[in-house]
């Protein structure tokens, strides 16, 4: 019994010094934000939307080309709203020589801009991908339209919307069955390997040289040296 009074006073004793530990965390174990990754560099394969104004007097197709071989991007041009006058358009060609060889048709007066799309690439460029197609309607309600051959001058503000690219993979179609799921191999890993290179000048010149297949054309631009091909 003299045991048992000893271990109620032993008891009695611990429970007054005892702490009693709050549960849950301690305060300010709490897992805190991360801050927020922030990229200050652009993949090479990134679109960016432009609002382009091109004031009156001056030469769109030439105004844009300056864009494009001054910022050594290429362009794609979406729509375009304003006036111009004195337009030279290419029409359809009757004959089955190719794009490029029909009449050349020079409208005189203002027109107003319904549609103007295509893209424009700094030099060097492949033949055949620059190139712009406008839609015009008159003033007695007309609606005209063709391939730019000439100056288009603008007669108002014309207001462009436009995206820029940095890189632009030229592929010849149609591609045969047989070397379809080959091809596709080959352009997926050189494409993921563009977007995953950190330099935004482009492809190492060797990436391509292990292939069996043509590779595809990859251009690209930067703003220290001209489009290169590989």
Request: charged share 15%; net charge positive; hydrophobic share 35%.
């Amino acid at each position: 019994m003299a045991g048992s009074g000893d271990l109620s006073s032993i008891t009695a004793k611990t429970g007054e010094n005892a702490v009693r530990r709050p549960r849950g965390r301690p305060a300010g174990s709490k897992n805190k934000p991360k801050p927020p990754i922030i990229i200050t560099r652009d993949s090479p394969n990134t679109l960016r939307a432009h609002a382009m104004e091109v004031s009156p007097g001056c030469d769109i197709g030439e105004s844009l080309a300056t864009f494009a071989r001054r910022k050594q991007q290429g362009i794609w041009v979406l729509s375009a709203a304003g006036f111009v006058s004195n337009v030279m358009l290419r029409q359809p060609s009757p004959s089955p020589s190719g794009p490029g060889s029909g009449p050349i048709v020079t409208l005189h007066g203002r027109f107003e801009i319904l549609s103007l799309v295509g893209s424009v690439l700094p030099p060097p460029a492949p033949p055949g991908v620059t190139g712009l197609a406008i839609y015009l309607v008159g003033p007695q309600g007309q609606v005209v339209g063709g391939a730019i051959a000439g100056p288009l001058m603008a007669s108002g503000p014309v207001v462009i919307m436009a995206a820029t690219f940095m890189n632009a993979t030229f592929d010849r179609l149609p591609i045969d069955k047989d070397e379809a799921i080959a091809a596709t191999t080959t352009h997926d890993q050189s494409h993921h390997r563009v977007i995953g290179v950190s330099d935004i000048y482009g492809p190492p010149q060797n990436m391509l040289s292990n292939t069996t297949l043509p590779p595809p054309e990859i251009y690209t631009w930067s703003t220290t040296r001209p489009l290169s091909k590989t």
